[in-house]
């Protein structure tokens, strides 16, 4: 898989990196903290349909994360990397799903709640840091991993068809789970007592797909996704 070789890849640059950090110079390690909003774009169409970015109805996929790591030279830092996504929005489109007794039906989400906790550390390596005042100097190539707690109840109403002329009835369904979480990021942060940046991601969260519960999480294969985050910095 490309991007396993490449978190892979970047990894041993990393390591590289810390090696050669140790024998050449000490530094003096730099603690900061902050806070950031992130845009989730999910791959798989099953968490798509169910969670968009924007939704009609008012109500969005949020994602709010939470850092706090060290600088321990000027070409590498390592974070704890905590987020929280959530949404309540109800898609308005339905989809057929075949229960345990072999029966499809259409089923129409009517309520929702959708939470998902990734806790990973993450390692950032500064490739370009030969002129610490350049622009350059504060971009980095970032790999994460982790776990992610993901919980998803939905009430269903359930029609015969897609026709949705045959109600059948309503069925509230729940799932909860932990899973593996790895990423592989680029960004741009500025150093000091405060500071911004903003990074693209790849998140890679595989699912079982069992089909159990007639939810995205139970249906759909991943929640890939591509992330764009905000981010706000504090030097401690």
């Known amino acids: 898989m490309k991007i396993t070789k490449l978190i892979i890849l970047t990894l041993v640059l990393i390591y590289s990196n810390i090696s ?7 530094e ?16 798989d ?13 008012g109500e969005f996929l949020k994602e709010i994360n939470f850092f706090g790591g060290v600088k321990l030279n000027k070409s590498l830092s ?37 939470l998902s906790i990734p806790l990973n550390i993450k390692a950032k ?6 002129d610490l005042l350049s622009f350059a100097s504060n971009l980095y190539i970032g790999v994460e991993a982790g776990t ?31 899973k593996p979480d790895f990423g592989i990021s680029i960004g741009y942060g500025t150093t000091g007592k405060f500071g911004y940046g903003f990074e693209a991601a790849y998140r890679i969260i595989p699912l079982d797909a069992d089909n159990k519960f007639p939810l995205s999480t139970s249906t759909a294969k991943n929640m890939n996704s591509i992330n764009l985050s905000l981010k706000i910095i504090f030097g401690l």
């Open 20 to 26: 050669f950090g140790q024998i050449k110079t000490r």
């Open 78 to 114: 390592v974070e704890f990397s905590p987020s929280f996504m959530f949404s309540n929005a109800a898609t308005e489109k339905g989809f057929n799903y075949t229960n345990a007794t072999g029966t499809q039906r259409f089923y129409v989400p009517t309520q929702t709640n959708f």
């Open 125 to 130: 390596y500064y490739p370009f840091t030969l």
């Open 148 to 178: 992610v707690y993901i919980k998803e109840d939905v009430t269903n109403y359930i029609y015969t068809d897609n026709t949705m002329m045959s109600f059948v009835g309503t069925q509230k369904s729940e799932n909860s789970m932990w």
């Open 28 to 43: 003096t390690a730099q603690w900061y903290a902050g806070a950031g909003y992130t845009f989730v774009i999910f791959n």
């Open 45 to 57: 169409s099953r968490m798509t349909d169910s969670y968009p970015l924007f939704s009609k109805s």
